[in-house]
């Protein structure tokens, strides 16, 4: 490769989102080799209805390592264990739950990005410090001790996709059993989605965020209905700032719903 050359292939990298060095040694994962051994075998779906039927041989999944899990410590400990997502071998670390795990409303959001990626809790960033101030105008925060002022937070993909390129669906098959025992175990009373991959995910819908968002709807977990709330993903208010206005309505009707109930 010629210096030209190789500064045009460093040029469509950055292009494509591969702004970072995540590792010492170059690893070219178009190799045959590399790309073999990066796909994950055995499809397995997770019965459940919150999640559309994966098609076959598609969707890679983990119900049982899941299943097996009967505290949110033991899914954060098999997720450090999980190696078959390829999302692992480029975070940085794991990236699984932020807040009180006792809270009453749970915050899904879509996978973790920069910022995330480093301190290993979701919203870290900037889309979290919006996030975290809307939470506080209803009067919630993930720090609070109490399960009514409290927020528990989590994201569809628990490793950051590297240039926060979308996740693939065996990528997400991979995450979503851990996600859906999560919500099985943490047992929230409603589930706010950040954005739409959790929001079509946890209701089998795929209907535009702007018409989903503000309507209460319910994600079927395992048996169990559980309410939920759509609304606009806090990066999106970040370069939408007059979108804000439609998520705030979606925050009081948060506010409103648990004072109702
Ligand atoms: N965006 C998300 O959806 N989740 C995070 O944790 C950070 C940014």
Redesign the pocket.
């Known amino acids: 490769m010629t210096p030209h050359e190789a500064a045009e292939a460093l040029r469509w990298l950055a292009e494509m989102g591969a702004d970072e060095i995540i590792g010492e040694e170059a690893v070219n994962r178009l190799a045959p080799a590399t790309v073999a051994a990066r796909v994950p075998a055995a499809p397995a779906v997770m019965a459940n209805p919150a999640v559309p039927e994966a098609r076959h041989g598609q969707a890679p999944s983990t119900p049982s390592q899941a299943a097996a899990c009967n505290s949110l410590a033991e899914i954060a400990a098999a997720l450090e264990a999980f190696d078959a997502c390829p999302l692992k071998k480029t975070a940085t670390r794991l990236?699984y739950t932020d807040g009180n795990p006792a809270a009453r409303v749970m915050l899904v959001?879509?996978?973790?990005?920069r910022?995330?990626d480093i301190q290993g809790k979701?919203?870290?960033?900037r889309?979290?410090q919006l996030l975290d101030r809307m939470l506080a105008a209803i009067g919630l925060s993930r720090e609070a001790s109490d399960r009514e002022n409290a927020v528990f937070?989590t994201?569809v993909i628990f490793w950051r996709p590297p240039g926060n390129r979308t996740p693939t669906e065996a990528e997400t098959q991979m995450c979503l059993p851990f996600l859906l025992r999560t919500i099985e175990l943490q047992k929230p009373d409603m589930i706010v989605c950040?954005?739409a991959?959790p929001a079509h995910r946890l209701t089998g819908r795929s209907d535009g965020m702007l018409k989903m968002r503000g309507r209460w709807t319910t994600a079927n977990v395992s048996g169990r209905k559980i309410s939920l709330l759509p609304t606009l993903?806090?990066?999106f208010l970040l370069r939408q700032p007059a979108q804000k206005r439609l998520a705030w309505r979606d925050f009081l009707m948060l506010r409103q719903a648990l004072d109702a109930h």
Do not use: M
């Open positions: 990236c959001g879509e996978a973790p990005d910022d995330e979701p919203f870290a960033g889309s979290g937070i994201n950040l954005g991959a993903h806090p990066a």
